[in-house]
């Protein structure tokens, strides 16, 4: 079983940046892992993606905002959010998936004010 824990979200105002940490209990080196964010009233939507060779993909919505990496020696995949907007408010999780299995973390809040 692997752990997740998602940290750095907050409340910023628009045009701010933030920028979320998902840190894993075990070693992520082979294992692809993607942001998602719900927003109330919304299904949960794959924001961002990372594979294990560090290839990246964005959802239309955040491509030249929104920039995803990964640290493997800290087990550590990181969301560098810029230029943020209103409707990026959401929870935002990780989710890391490795050798079959799919592992989700808590969520962490981001909310941007207009």
């Known amino acids: 079983q692997v752990q997740l824990v998602e940290s750095g979200g907050g409340l910023v105002q628009a045009g701010e940046s933030l920028r979320l940490s998902c840190t894993a209990s075990a070693s992520i080196f082979r294992a692809v892992v993607g942001w998602h964010r719900q927003a109330p009233g919304k299904q949960r939507e794959l924001v961002a993606l990372?594979?294990?060779?560090?290839?990246?993909n964005y959802a239309d919505p955040v491509k030249g905002r929104f920039t995803v990496s990964r640290d493997n020696a800290k087990n550590t995949v990181y969301l560098q959010m810029n230029s943020l907007k209103p409707e990026d408010t959401a929870v935002y999780y990780c989710n890391l998936f490795s050798q079959g299995s799919s592992y989700w973390g808590q969520g962490t809040q981001v909310t941007v004010s207009s």
């Open positions: 990372i594979t294990s060779g560090g290839g990246t």
